[in-house]
């Protein structure tokens, strides 16, 4: 193929005044390489802009950088590999698995986004030239020319007017030499610059443990490390001690990745050549290491290591740590596990050997020492504070809004004191405003050694999230009332239930366990440490003190005594709660006593009951409780001229939740139904019909909504005639609508709506005037739902046989479904009447 060949595409794809950016690279290049005299030629020949192809764009600008590797969620990594490592890890550590996480694998994890070698690396000056590589060579002076010089396969490159030059087998800075002699002695007045431009690539090979075993194109340059990199990283069941590098099927070199991360040694890090493999064994043993160290996790082993070794791998020991004693849990030839101690202090602590599968905890100054006090719960600042003589609340807790929670309750906290003689346990009660009111007065404790202060929250609400927690949010079981964004641990149950279990714990024949149980309207019931007077008052303190329905006539304690047979039996006092708030009861409490405190009888109960409609002053009332209807619509001045008491629909919260109920039961049965339908298939006559019948019913049921109507006669209810008086409950409603003109025709009919009453006209009259019976109907059962709600049925009344008495303003007319023809599935008539009722009501209420 000729020059011209070459070039012709060139030509083609530019006009006389195109730029070289709608060209490839590669194109520019081949024109690039020939002389300067020949591309003026070919440039006057096609009509190509010279100068437009020798400017190059990307001169100066840095080559984009590209990603070849995603980073990996090491918690997705976790996951994804946890069927692989579990088997290593298991036998490694029987706990904590999951607290302490292989060390070093988040090196290299990753996933690579492209196969294209890496070329972003350094040039050294002893690289060693190849075929593949490209020289770049800069000529300027008395002639200036840019040359792009590929190594052939025989090891030589091109020079103008020069002819080959051998360059395979030297190293860059040697070839840089070579090419300056030859320019300086065949170019008078130009000087050279040369720079290695793309690199040769080759294939190695990723085995083993891998994230992403396989085969690879790396850079000539390419190391262990750069390598590992393209292909993600190692898993966590690979070795990091023994990474090895292979040639030729024999192990030229092995890459301890601890010496790279924990002291920067890349020693290891051979280069690779053509054919090179990488193979990650399977790790070796494991031990985890936790508590004051710098860097807790498992650490693999490499040979004999002492504590002191595994030490310096995790990082050291931090400034709180008890070298004293390190405790060792390790699995004896029995397969137990077994507990051991070594002194770091000490020489042979030092160089205790370590095994496979150990867990080493080294503890904390604070977990050994009693120099401390402990604050816990809604604190602003908890955990463990230096103690020293003569220390009080106060020095802990110097402001209120500050040093507690938004939620705390300021109120009370409480001091869980250990004796030191006998370690029991007990509770001092601590009134936090008084004590940081007076500083150093009697309310402001003295704090002894180990006291824990448990700071409580107040029951209000908060936002988790803004606190900064990651606790749940749920409602604590004490509290009565809503508190479904409190803070669950900090709530009294919580921080008081160890507390709780201790005392019952240490509790004797001498000495019984001083917990009382509080119950009724305090702020928070349950079950509390005695308070240390022993005082009612005291003890409703720490329950979180009075509602307001508590009543301050009587409380009961009941008390659990032994009598003289030995035999436990109950005895109830009462209590004048005024008194005992005041400090004037002389009750004093005792073991197990359990305090009820008595509420108001019906407190802030309200009982309304809502009149609407023609009533003279409509509202909603509050009635006494067995207060009549008659009389609550006397205070509402009674009904007006216009009302129409026939039509009343009155509706009761207790009759729409069984509506609701029996609305629920129909649709499980249509449900039912419509299956059995559906299944019966070609065997069951009218399938298809029947079907899209009952599925419309359903429909209907599902759609309505429970009114909770009661029939009344609002007439004789207001003249004083009624057999029975209504007694209100709380919810009622009393709809009274005005006159009506119009009787209505629902169901089956061929045009169901509403008709001006006319008196004389019957039922049959009114049918007729909506169109008459659909075929689906059933006229036989035709039934009239009268103005109050009631319902007649044919068979009980006289309209069918001729008889004088007529329908009323008010009234509605319904058409039935003609189940017969329907395979005699009656419920769907029961559940008809149910929707029309419901119907009914919901209109005559939504009318007014």
Known sequence: MTLKHLLLPLALLLPVVASAQSISQAQIEQFRQLPEAQQKALARQYGIDLSSLKSDNSVGKRPETVNVVDPVDQNEDSKNTRSSDQSAEKGDQSRNSDELKPYGYDLFAGSPTTFAPVTEIPVPARYTLGPGDVLNIQLWGKENQSLQLPVSRDGTISFPQSGPMSVAGLTFDQARQKIRKQVSEQYIGVEVSVSLGELRSMRVFVLGEAR???????????????????????????????????????????????????????????????????????????????????????????????????????????????????????????????????????????????????????????????????????????????????????????????????????????????????????????????????????????????DRLLFFSDGGKVDVASEGTDQATVTPGRSDEPQENTLPAYTRSVLFEPVLQRLKAQASPGQPQQIISISGPVRYPGDYPMPATHRLADALFIAGGLKDSASLMRAEVARHTTDESGVEKTTIFTVDLADAMTGDSDLALRSRDRILIKSIP???????????????????????????????????????????????????????????????????????????????????????????????????????????????????????????????????????????????????????????????????????????????????????????????????????????????????????????????????????????????????????
């Open 602 to 848: 019906d407190f802030a109960k309200t009982r309304t009951v809502e009149l609407k409609g023609e009533v003279r002053y409509p509202g909603v009332y509050t009635f006494r409780d067995g207060e009549t209807l008659k009389g609550v619509l006397a205070r509402a001045g009674g009904l007006t001229e216009n009302a129409f008491p026939k039509g009343a629909v009155f509706t009761r919260e207790k009759l729409r939740q069984r509506e609701a109920q029996r609305l629920r039961e129909a649709e499980q049965r249509l449900k039912g139904d419509l299956l059995g339908v559906q299944l019966r298939g070609k065997d069951f006559g009218n399938q298809g019909q029947n079907a899209q019948q009952a599925q419309d019913l359903l429909e209907e049921v599902q759609s309505s909504r429970p009114v909770g109507r009661m029939v009344i006669n609002l007439p004789a209810i207001v003249n004083g005639k009624a057999e029975m008086p209504i007694r209100l409950q709380d919810g009622d409603t009393l709809t009274v609508p005005s006159i009506p003109q119009s009787v209505s025709v629902f169901g089956e009919v061929q045009f169901p709506t509403s008709h001006l009453y006319q008196p004389g006209l019957t039922v049959d009259d009114y049918l007729e005037r909506s169109g008459g019976p659909t075929r689906q109907a059933d006229p036989s059962r035709v039934y009239v739902v009268k103005a109050d709600g009631s319902v007649l049925l044919p068979e009980r009344s006289h309209w069918f046989g001729g008889s004088s008495q007529r329908l009323a303003p008010g009234d509605t007319i319904i058409m039935p479904i003609d189940v017969d023809r329907l395979n005699q599935l009656e419920l769907w008539t029961n559940v008809s009447q149910i929707v029309y009722q419901m119907a009914l009501g919901a209109a005559a209420v939504g009318n007014l």
């Open 212 to 450: 992403n075993p396989g085969s690879y194109t790396v850079s000539s340059l390419a190391t262990m490390t750069n390598t590992l990199y393209v292909a993600g990283g190692i898993k966590k069941s690979g070795s990091l001690r023994r990474v090895q590098h292979k040639r030729d099927g024999k192990v030229v070199g092995t890459l301890d990745l601890y010496q790279l991360l924990l002291h920067g040694d890349n020693s290891g890090d051979d280069r690779l050549q053509p054919g090179d493999v990488i193979f990650i064994p399977p790790v070796g043993k494991r031990v985890g290491i936790e508590g004051e160290v710098n860097r807790p996790a498992l650490y693999e082993l490499k040979g004999k290591t002492s504590i002191a070794d595994l030490i310096a791998l995790a990082g050291g020991l931090t400034s709180q740590a008890y070298p004293g004693r390190i405790n060792i849990e390790r699995t004896n030839k029995d397969f137990l596990r077994i507990i051991a101690e070594a002194d770091f202090t000490r020489p042979e602590g030092r160089t205790a050997p370590v095994q496979a599968g150990d867990l080493i905890h080294v503890p904390s100054i604070a977990d050994v020492t009693g120099q401390y006090v402990e604050v816990k719960g809604a604190a602003t600042h908890t955990g463990k504070f230096a103690w020293v003589p003569g220390m009080r609340v106060s020095s802990l807790i110097r402001n209120l809004d500050s040093d507690l929670l938004p939620i705390a309750d300021k109120n009370y906290a409480a001091i869980v004191r250990t004796d030191p003689t006998n370690d029991t346990i007990s509770v001092l009660n601590l009134r936090l405003r008084k004590a940081l009111a007076n500083p150093g007065g009697p309310k402001d404790l003295t704090l002894s050694e180990k």
